[in-house]
């Protein structure tokens, strides 16, 4: 198995020394072009075809990352603080470790290469003010991305969330992805993420897409939209009911009453119940399919 980091933060720095008219390239084709499949499997290119389209610039101010233009100087203490060398040790460790428990129970993974970075998040963005100042991106087998607002809390927690996405690399591996993926799919790879990321390193980590969550409103709000809309593929509803209300504004969409994260929460607590129904592993489950877990969980609708 081969893990290779990609050390933004020497592309980093690389960037804050070039001249303004370089930094777009130096971004482009250091720190994202290892990543090119990864953005081609959702369509967006490294570079745009027309002044003003959409490319891994413009996903960067989306996602809440820093753009380009705003690494200078005034960022040399946030890169700082991921250039430590164990800091980027404990990244590693955390991805081969998640991988590595799969072949130690006799699963054997297709992938055997990937590629992980982490980038840093603007904390000026409402996307950043919404996610936190830790998150991770692992949707696509072979390449898992972290974002930060580096601080000691976010350093020490960002391993948990590449354990969250390296599951999610896992599962991916065995689902085909296609336009037909359902709510039901989506809430159940998210609960395994988390629940695979608990497991490694503890409940307390949980991320706040979880913790936030009150019992309350899990089971006031969030279960009976998540039930409504539970086998529909609408990529604009399963949007909504996976990360609710703030972040669909921010993208343009309308409300529906959910709040932050609720369907990651419910896909916590629907696969804590199937974890406790059948005696499964973590890592068993992570290849369940989603239809076997709705099936041994159908009391948790009621």
Known sequence: MKITAIRSDRIYRKMMDAAPVDRENIYRDELMKPFEFKWSCVGIPLRAEAAGGSDVVSAAAMSGYYAPAQ???????????????????????????????????????????????????????????????????????GYILGSIVPNARSRALLPVALAHETNHNVRWQFMRWSNKITLADMIVSEGLAERFAAELFGEDKVGRWVRETSPEALRETVVPLVRKNLMTSDFQTVSACLYGDGIMALRGGQPIGMPYCGGYACGYALVGRYLERTGASIHEATLAPTEEILKQTEDFWR
Do not use: H
């Open 71 to 141: 690494i200078t100087r005034e960022r040399s203490a946030e890169i700082d603080q991921i250039s430590d060398d164990g800091f980027w040790a404990d990244c590693e460790d955390s991805i081969r470790n998640a991988l590595s428990g799969f072949a130690r129970r006799g699963i054997q993974l297709p992938k055997q290469e990937y590629v992980f970075t982490v980038v840093l998040s603007d904390p000026e963005s409402p996307m950043t003010a919404m996610a936190g100042d830790y998150c991770g991106d692992g949707g696509i087998p």
